[in-house]
């Protein structure tokens, strides 16, 4: 399980090809930390997730261009993955992770803290 890493050039070489994909996602799969309270979970997210998701449940071909650590692809993609959508990844020392701080009292309000760098517009 997994997505296909592959170095910068041959991602580029793919999606500038036609690939019979109606939809294609270029950007951010996150790990995200939510918080609130004292109880944690981590999930998947990020702009290039949740634009993936719903044109394919609607029947759509839709192929995702990202970056990330090896390590966090099977955690990170498993959703994507059980939905045939076909993910490409550019292989990077760490992942984009953001925590989201949520109070019990007040759900509507959150503190963000990002934790890594983005990728680079030349990846």
Do not use: W
């Amino acid at each position: 399980m997994g997505g296909k890493h592959r170095d910068a050039r041959a991602v580029r070489k793919r999606v500038l090809r036609p690939s019979g994909d109606d939809v294609c996602a270029v950007g951010h799969i996150t790990r995200d930390r939510i918080r609130i309270g004292n109880e944690v979970r981590e999930q998947p997210g990020g702009a290039a997730d949740y634009l993936s998701l719903a044109p394919r449940r609607f029947g759509r071909n839709v192929a995702v261009v990202t970056k990330m650590a090896r390590a966090d692809e099977s955690f990170l993609l498993s959703e994507l993955k059980a939905e045939s959508i076909d993910v490409s990844c550019i292989r990077s020392a760490t992942t984009t992770t953001f925590e989201n701080v949520y109070s019990k009292l007040n759900l509507d309000r959150r503190v963000q803290k990002a934790g890594s760098v983005p990728p680079r517009i030349e990846d």
